[in-house]
C-alpha cells in the first residue's frame, strides 16, 4: 500500500553517531553512518520506492540517555531537536519529529518536551530506554516518584511517549555472560524495555494519568503474548496483587499502549498481536537505518491481513494518535493510501 507512515526511524548527529558504531560489523560501519545521516535523499528515495509517505525521525540511541552530565544531556537534547526541526521544515509532507528528551532532570524534561511540542511542532519524544547520572548509581527508570511531575505534562501536552530500548549495562548482565549474541535487538533490547514497560503499568501511573500513551516497537518487546500469564499466574491462589496499580496489567496495557511493527516483520506474530491488543494499536514502522525500508515494506504489503487492518495499521493510526491528518493537507502530500 502506498501512504504509510512510520516512526520508529532513526537518525544521528555528529554527537551521537558512535552510539550505533557497535550494532553492525565494522565492515558495515560506513553504510550504517551514512544511513542515519542522510535524511532527505536516500531516505526519501527508499521512501518513495516503498510507498511510505512520511516518517517521524528519532535520535538514535542511547545518546542523551546514557550522558550522566545532566548539563550534558540538556545540551545535547536541544541541539538534537533544533537539528531535527530544521530538516522537517525543510520537507513537513515528509518528515515529522520526536523529541530527545534529558530524563536525567525531570524538570528540564518537562521544559524540552514543552519546547519541543508547542514551539517546534514535534509529535511526542522518543526516550532510550533508562537513564544514568554521574552522582547515583541506581539506574533512573520513569515509574519513579521524580518523573509522575513528567508524566502529568505528558498527559496535558496530549502527545505518546516512545519507550525505545537500550541494552543493560555490564555490571547488569551477568546472564549474557559468554553469550554476548543475545545483547542488543535479539534478546536484551526486548526484555529490558518490557520490563520497564510492565514497571509503569504496575506502579499505578496510568491510574493518576489515564491519558497517556506508550509507545513500544518490535511487536510489543515481547509482552502482547505474556499478557495472560503476567495476570492469570498461580490463580488458584487468593491474593492481593503486590503492586500499587488498581486494575490488571492487561487492562493498562490494552489502554495506555500501541506497539509498532519496527524490526519484527513476521505475520504469526503480527496476528497474535492483533488478537492481544487490536489492529487499532498497532503501527507500521521499519526501523531504519538499523532495518531495510524494502524488508519491512515488501513484508507488510504482502502479509495476510485483512485490506481494512493493512490500512488502519500502515496509515489511519498514525494519522489519529499523532492528529496528522491537517498537516498532510496544508503540505499538498502527493502521496496518497492506495490498494
Not at 60 to 65: C, D, S, Y
Not at 108 to 137: P, S
Request: proline letters at 5%.
Amino acid at each position: 500500500m502506498r501512504g504509510k507512515i512510520a516512526l520508529e526511524e532513526h537518525f544521528a548527529i555528529a554527537e551521537t553517531l558512535q552510539d550505533s558504531a557497535g550494532f553492525v560489523p565494522e565492515s558495515y560501519w560506513n553504510e550504517l553512518s551514512g544511513r542515519l545521516t542522510d535524511i532527505h535523499e536516500g531516505r526519501l528515495r527508499e521512501m518513495d520506492a516503498h510507498g511510505i509517505e512520511m516518517m517521524i525521525l528519532s535520535l538514535n540511541a542511547p545518546a542523551v540517555q546514557a550522558l550522566k552530565d545532566t548539563s550534558h544531556a540538556v545540551e545535547i537534547a536541544r541541539r538534537a531537536n533544533d537539528f531535527l526541526a530544521e530538516r522537517v521544515a525543510a520537507r513537513p509532507d515528509r518528515f515529522q519529529g520526536f523529541a530527545a528528551l534529558p530524563m536525567q532532570n525531570p524538570e528540564a524534561a518537562i521544559e524540552e518536551l514543552t519546547r519541543c511540542v508547542r514551539d517546534l511542532g514535534f509529535r511526542g519524544a522518543l526516550v532510550n530506554g533508562f537513564t544514568q547520572i554521574a552522582d547515583n548509581e541506581e539506574l533512573l527508570y520513569y515509574d519513579l516518584p521524580q518523573y509522575w511531575p513528567f508524566w502529568k505534562v505528558v498527559e496535558e501536552l496530549e502527545v505518546p511517549f516512545y519507550l525505545h530500548p537500550r541494552n543493560p549495562l555490564p555490571k547488569h548482565a551477568a546472564i549474557y555472560a559468554g553469550h554476548e549474541w543475545l545483547m542488543g535487538p535479539t534478546w536484551a533490547f526486548g526484555q529490558e524495555t518490557a520490563v520497564h514497560a510492565l514497571r509503569l503499568m504496575g506502579s499505578g501511573l496510568f491510574d493518576e494519568f489515564p491519558g497517556l500513551q506508550i509507545i513500544l516497537g518490535h511487536m510489543g518487546e515481547g509482552l502482547p503474548y505474556s499478557m495472560w500469564r503476567i495476570d492469570h499466574r498461580n490463580a488458584w491462589v487468593e491474593t492481593t496483587p503486590k503492586y500499587p496499580a488498581k486494575r490488571k496489567i492487561a487492562s493498562y496495557f490494552n489502554e495506555n499502549f500501541y506497539i509498532t511493527t519496527s524490526g519484527n516483520f513476521r505475520t504469526q506474530t503480527l496476528i497474535d498481536a492483533i488478537l492481544e491488543i487490536g489492529s487499532d494499536r498497532i503501527l507500521f514502522s521499519t526501523d531504519w537505518p538499523f532495518e531495510n525500508v524494502d524488508h519491512a515494506a515488501d513484508w507488510f504489503d504482502a502479509t495476510s491481513i485483512s485490506e481494512r487492518d493493512r490500512l488502519k495499521i500502515g496509515r489511519q493510526n498514525a494519522l489519529e494518535l499523532f492528529r496528522l491528518q491537517e498537516t498532510l493537507r496544508d503540505t499538498g502530500s502527493n502521496l496518497r493510501a492506495a490498494e
